[in-house]
């Protein structure tokens, strides 16, 4: 049985051909600066895309978004702000998640895009 680790490399190979078949731009993927950590970092149409990727094996307690704690979200947010001013971009950003099920029956993608905001 894969570990926690390995279902979280598989979800994200299965989110970036997903974006890819869609016509993103992979910039980065496990981006990481301290504490902060973004699981793939796309590009499209002059648009920077921070994606979370959620992998479950069933919806019995939620769907997979549903796991995308505020906290998450706050974190995705700073880690945008440090990837922008790092790279000097001069880009919208927008935040989606990818959200899978997969088992032996079934293999759901859903890209919820604009997935949330930043705040003020």
Do not use: C
């Not at 051909?17 to 600066?33: P, Q, S, T």
């Not at 906290?71 to 790279?87: D, S």
């Amino acid at each position: 049985m894969p570990n926690n680790t390995e279902k979280g490399i598989a979800g994200e190979e299965i989110a970036i051909a997903h974006l890819l078949k869609h016509g993103y731009r992979i910039r980065e993927r496990n981006w990481h600066h301290r504490h902060l950590e973004v699981d793939i970092i796309a590009e499209t149409s002059n648009l920077l895309v921070i994606v979370e990727v959620k992998l479950r094996a069933g919806n019995a307690f939620g769907m997979p978004e549903a796991f995308v704690t505020k906290t998450k979200q706050q974190n995705l947010i700073r880690a945008a702000e440090v990837y922008i001013h790092q790279h000097q971009l001069d880009l919208e950003t927008r935040f989606d998640i990818v959200s899978i099920i997969q088992n032996a029956r079934e293999l759901q993608v859903d890209h919820i895009v604009g997935a949330f905001y930043p705040t003020l």
